[in-house]
Structure formats: C-alpha cells, structure tokens
C-alpha cells in the first residue's frame, strides 16, 4: 500500500454558521490545536507527503496555519461556498496530477486516526474506485445517511433530503471518502446541485459512481473517531475525547495521575515517565516535564521545561520560558515566566519570578517579586548561585546578584550586588523605649477631653 501515491484533501472552507462565531469553523481549538490541525497531524501520521487544504477567502490565519503544520500542504481557495464537491474541485490543479489514491476529509472531523485513514486506502489498493467511511451512531441526526441494498452502498442521503424512512437508518456518513486517482475528476465534475440545499454534495459521487458500474465499498469505522463538530456542544464532546484519550496514552507511558479526569493536556504536551501529576492541573501549550517530577495540585504551565525531580505546585503558575532545573522547587502561589531556575533553587511562597535567572541552590524567600517592568520595557535579574533572598524582597532589575550573596528579608535592592556580600536594602529599626505608653497616654487624654466638650 505504502507504494501507491497518495493525496489527501481536507475541506476547510466552511464558515460553520451553526458556530456562531466570528472565527472560521476548523479554527476552533481542542487540546489547544485548531481542529484542522489534528487532521493534519494525523495525515503526516499516516505518511501523506503532499496534502491540499481548500480554505475559504480571508482566512490567511487558516493558511499560515497550514504552512506551519504542513509545509508540503497546498492552500486552495474555495471562494463561494457551494458545498462538499464544489469545495473538493478547488483543489483541482492538484487533483489532475496523477496520485493512485485520493481521500477526501473535513477539517471538522479532527479525531480521525491513522487506522480510519488505512482501513480507506486498503480498499482502495484493493481496487475500490469510491470508499466511503460509515459509521453506526444512536444518534444520527445532521449525518448523511449509508443507503444499502443486499450489502451494497446505493447513496448516500443528507438529513434534509432524506424520507422519514431514510432517516431511521443508523448508519452515517463520516465524511471521510477515499476515490480511484483515475476517476476522482470526473465523478466529481459530474455532481450536481439539485437538493434540498441547492448544494454540490461529495456524497452523490457515491450514486453516480454506481450508475457508471464503478465498484462502491463502505467501510465502517468507530463512531468516536469520525464524529463532526457543527456546534460549540459537539466541540466540548470532542474536546473530552481528546482529553480522555490523551489521559490514557500518559498513563501508558508511565505517568501517574492520581485523578485523570480533573487533569487537562494540550496536543503536544509531554511528560516523561515517572512523573507524578495531581489532581486539577493544566497544560497550556508547550510544556515538557521530565521523569520523576511532581506536579502538585491545581497547577498551570504553559511554555515551560520542568527538569527531573523538579516540584510544582500546589497553586503554582509558570508561565512562557520558565525553565526549572533537576530538583528545582516551585511552591505555592509562585507564578515564573521567561526565567531559568538552577538545579536545587528553590522559590517556595508567593512570589513573582519574570525575566530572570536564579543560580544553582539559591532560596527565594517568601513574597519576592522581581520588578520587571517599568511600563515600557522588561528588563533582567540576574541571581547567581548559592544565593539567599531574604522574604518579601523586591528586586528592581534591571539588577545582578552575585553568588553566595545574603539579601536581608524586606529589602529594595537597585544595584548590583558582588559576590558573598550582604545586602541591606530597607530603614534601620529604631527603638524608643517607653514611648509607646507615653503614646497611650496621650491619646486616651485627648479622647477624654474631646468627649467632655461634644
Ligand atoms: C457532511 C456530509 C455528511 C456527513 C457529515 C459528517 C456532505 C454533503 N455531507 O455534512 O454526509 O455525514 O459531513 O460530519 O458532504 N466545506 C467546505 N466548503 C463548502 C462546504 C463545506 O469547505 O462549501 C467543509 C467544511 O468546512 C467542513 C466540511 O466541509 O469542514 C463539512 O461541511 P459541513 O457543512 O460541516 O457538512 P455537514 O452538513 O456536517
Ligand atoms: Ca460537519
């Protein structure tokens, strides 16, 4: 099979008004991809070399896009929207080479998987001119229906077109058709439009193909792979499939979770054996975790590099560029953002750790905040090793800390800092004593004689 040259089409173009969103419909995001974007990534999964996206006008994210996912991909223009066969034609400068296999898919279907993609092209290579991927589902509504006779798919009819009769049967159209390269043009030239949408439907290649003696096969998938995503509803459902089975491929791998169904990934989210994660935390985009971390509950990282042993959490936020060394600790209420964390550092309690650098063993103390920025520009601190800031520190960058370097607790440090010294960046404490009676005493003669007067 691998032999057979093979081209996918993925239709984009849609605007998905049942949305009713501004953003094109395959744009919409689950684990934090756009949903066309997991069809390309399964795609490139199934090793297509060459891919042709048909995209509607004024959708250059959508292309950008694209081209970031899929650099071989062509864009298409589908210009007026005119349904699923009218859309498959835009890409017919690419449709005219001569691929062995052509398979049709929809941007909206994003949790299509490698195996729904072989088990089409199987039958095409065994000599299908026109496979269809069915699927069974108790709920049917929206889908174009598989009509059979004696085994055989006769057509496929849409939810409006469809008899009360037609709309019983359980056996859906995914969207997904694979097509003979040599008959894929001219089964789609010959569809027309006359339907209850006065659309041009893919899924009359499938009549038409029959009428001409051309051999139609449906091949019947999981109904959880191939499911279609017209509204927000349908898009949450999906998104908790791609959560589930993302929970469950971690867990394979040797990650715990203590409670999966609280713990949310992002497509490409990667955690390395051995990592423990618990309850309700969040992977926003671009977040490695290396063997024999912990990330402790009610976390969220986002762009991060968590070395091994490191520990996250409770209540800890890192943020794009937060980078923690081998056994690295990040506690509570700690956000860190665009800052390297040495091996061993710790930063336990309530602080803010942005745009900086913190050597190799230091200690954070509690309540330290970096000032990163003056309203303008962001600028550095750097902490060397081995250093020690006392609690509710304010480092005002930009600043260099040397290492082995002490900061008093509750200090305002502006300069730098050489090192081994120690830093005293606050007003001395003064004493006065038996002031503070003396200051009772005046305030309570006072309030006496206010009362006395009123
Ligand atoms: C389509 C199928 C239906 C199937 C269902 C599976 C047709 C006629 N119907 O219906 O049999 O059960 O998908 O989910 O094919 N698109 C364009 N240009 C267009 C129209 C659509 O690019 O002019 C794209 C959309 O962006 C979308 C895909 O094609 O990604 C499917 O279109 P949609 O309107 O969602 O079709 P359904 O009504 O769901
Ligand atoms: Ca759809």
């Given amino acids: ?20 969103s501004d953003l094109p419909k395959v744009m919409h995001p689950i684990g934090h991809l756009p949903l066309v974007g997991h069809v390309l990534k399964t795609l490139a999964a199934s090793g297509a070399e060459e891919m042709a996206v048909v995209v509607g006008p004024d959708m250059e994210p959508l292309e950008t896009l694209v081209k970031d996912l899929a650099p071989s991909a062509s864009c298409h223009v589908q210009v007026d ?19 062995d296999d052509i398979l049709v898919l929809f941007g909206d279907t994003p949790l299509i998987t490698p195996e729904a993609v072989g088990a089409v092209r199987n039958e095409l290579a065994k000599g299908a001119d026109v496979v269809v ?26 939810e409006k077109d469809a008899s009360d009769d037609e709309r019983l049967v359980t056996l859906c159209n995914s969207g997904i058709m694979g097509f ?10 010959a569809i027309g439009n006359a339907n209850a949408k006065g659309e041009y439907y893919l899924t009359d290649a499938v009549e038409i193909a029959n009428e001409r003696g051309l051999t139609v096969v449906a091949v019947v998938g999981n109904e959880e792979d191939v499911q279609g995503i017209n509204t927000r509803v349908q898009l949450a459902q999906c998104e908790a499939v791609f959560q589930r089975r993302a929970r469950h491929a971690v867990m394979e791998t040797g990650v715990t979770l203590q409670a999966p169904e609280t713990v949310f990934f992002a497509h490409d989210t990667v955690i390395d054996p051995d990592v423990t994660i618990e309850p309700n935390v969040v992977f926003a985009p671009g977040v490695k975790v ?6 402790r509950a009610f976390s969220h990282l986002e762009g991060a590099h968590v070395g091994a042993g490191a520990t996250v959490g409770p209540y800890a936020r890192l943020r794009p560029g937060a980078r923690l060394s081998d056994n690295a600790h990040i ?12 091996a061993g550092a710790k930063v336990n309690h309530l602080s803010y750790i942005g745009d900086a650098s913190v050597g190799a063993k230091s200690n954070i103390g509690a309540g330290t905040i970096t000032c990163n920025y003056d309203g303008f520009g962001k600028h550095k601190t750097e902490i060397g090793a081995g250093s020690f800031v006392g609690s509710n520190s304010t ?51 006072a309030k006496e004689a206010g009362s006395k007067q009123s």
């Avoid at 929207?81 to 691929?99: D, I, N, P, Q, Y």
């Avoid at 506690?331 to 040495?342: L, P, Q, R, S, Y």
């Fill in 395 to 445: 480092l005002v960058a930009p600043l260099k800390l040397g290492s082995g370097v002490y900061v008093a607790a509750g200090s305002v440090v502006t300069d730098e800092v050489s090192d081994d010294a120690l830093v005293i960046g606050r007003g001395r404490q003064v004493e006065k004593p038996g002031r503070a009676e003396e200051l009772r005493q005046r305030f309570k003669a």
């Fill in 290 to 295: 290396e063997s024999g971390a912990v990330i």
């Fill in 331 to 342: 506690g509570n209420f700690v956000e860190i953002k665009n800052a390297d964390v040495g």
């Fill in 180 to 189: 003979a390269g040599k008959a894929a043009l001219e089964l789609l030239d």
């Fill in 133 to 158: 991927l069915g699927f069974e589902t108790e709920t049917p509504f929206g889908y174009g229906r598989l009509l059979t006779k004696n085994g055989k798919l006769v057509a496929i009819r849409e």
């Fill in 81 to 99: 929207r005119l349904g699923t066969a009218h859309a498959a034609l835009a890409a017919r400068s690419v449709l005219e080479k001569s691929f």
């Fill in 1 to 20: 099979m691998s032999q057979r040259s093979f081209l996918p089409v993925v239709l984009a173009a849609g605007l998905g008004t049942r949305m009713r």
